[in-house]
């Protein structure tokens, strides 16, 4: 007989030999594993231990300036400090990261307290000049990476200045780390961005249906800023960058492509490429 087959046999066997005898006495396996269902099972997160997708996202999404939001749910549970969420295609954002891309240190640093893990974006936007030297001469290069939705890591020091309640020293400090990183020149190389005429969005602009479900259809429309955005019908959209013809990126995700087919000047159909081709939405 194969050493293996022996190996998980004697491991099987001994597994349930111990569960009827040494934890449940004379009961035998199938009556050891027999569960009665808790009044509330129905209610747990199909991906329960894991933390629900609410929670998640709700964290993360308060950490954009919602400090009273933050705080009652960082206090209910603590771990939500460290939360992370993938907005889109692989734009993950951290509560922390929120918070420093936003210029928001009192946010930032109550998550801290309570177990969030800081990087460079973080030190940046609180404006730790020798942290921020640091790790860019232990890591070089590293100040051409970009955060979260494509934000520079000079935009984060910037976006801090803009916070009408920060401190004299604090802005101070700040505008060191902007100086800085100012001078190494490749601190703030924003994603290819083409420009999109109106009459561009208008072609691009509809429902993309990719399933027969309720919500398996995609939004193009122009945000209150004005540049395009994608989202699944409910969701939160991503902004979209022009990388070429009909062919765009979302925030965020540079490796993604969206390819919008064109019939007579209007969209029909656009295809998300992932980078091989993933899914096609037909125009409604």
Known sequence: ?????????????????????????????????????????????????????????????????????????????????????????????????????????????????????????????????????????????IQSHNGPHGITLLQHAKNRLENKEISGSDAANVKKVISYLESLGNADIKPKSLDVTEEEKKKYSGEYR?????????????????????GRKGSSPRKLNKIDESTFAPAGAPSVKIIFKITSDKAVSLSIHEPEPLVTAVRI
């Open 210 to 230: 990719f399933g027969a479900g309720e919500g398996e259809i995609f939004v193009v429309d122009t945000h209150r800023l004005g540049f395009v955005q994608i």
């Open 1 to 141: 007989m194969d050493n293996s087959n022996q190996r998980r046999r004697f491991i099987r066997s001994s597994a349930f030999g111990l569960i009827g005898i040494t934890a449940f006495g004379n009961l035998s396996a199938q009556d050891a594993f027999k569960i009665e269902k808790a009044e509330n099972a129905d209610s747990l997160f199909y991906r329960y231990p894991g933390i629900n997708d609410a929670m998640a996202s709700g964290i993360v999404g308060a950490s954009h300036g919602n400090f009273d939001k933050v705080k009652e749910l960082v206090n209910a549970r603590p771990e939500l400090a460290g939360a992370s969420w993938d907005w889109g295609f692989g734009d993950w954002e951290t509560a922390l990261g929120a918070a420093s891309h936003v210029g928001r240190r009192d946010i930032a640093e109550f998550l801290m307290s309570h177990g969030a893990r800081p990087d460079i974006f973080t030190y940046t936007m609180m404006g730790m000049l020798k942290s921020v030297q640091e790790i860019i001469e232990t890591v070089p290069g």
